[in-house]
């Protein structure tokens, strides 16, 4: 499975943008896909995952400022984030996970860049 994320920038406090993700490869079994992010001297982190069955998890300092969608037909993810912090600053890297393997595998974009300027 390959993973291709596109959407990064450097915008303002305050600003938005929107990450997009696309799977090709043997997605067959992907039952999860989502959003981590990691910044500078910091481990990485889960922002947003979305089932096939559309349950969805956010981490809790999205505080409603992303929404993760998915549209399985294009084997994409996607994540809109308004009202963005410059503590939001960091490389999100796109994830998808086969729960059929044993055990279950999961796939990494090579990332994209947020900077998000005070």
């Known amino acids: 499975v390959q993973l291709q994320a596109s959407g990064g920038g450097s915008v303002q406090a305050g600003g938005s943008l929107s990450l997009s993700c696309v799977a090709s490869g043997k997605t067959f079994g992907i039952n999860v896909m989502g959003w981590y992010r990691q910044a500078p001297g910091r481990q990485r982190e889960l922002v947003a995952t979305t089932t096939n069955e559309g349950v969805t998890d956010y981490a809790d300092f999205v505080a409603d400022r992303m929404r993760i969608s998915r549209d399985r037909v294009a084997n994409s993810v996607y994540l809109r984030m308004d009202n963005l912090k410059p503590e939001d600053t960091a490389v999100y890297f796109c994830?998808?996970?086969?729960?059929?393997?044993?055990?279950?595998?999961?796939?990494w974009g090579s990332g994209t860049q947020v900077t998000v300027s005070s």
């Open positions: 994830n998808a996970r086969n729960v059929l393997s044993a055990p279950p595998t999961d796939y």
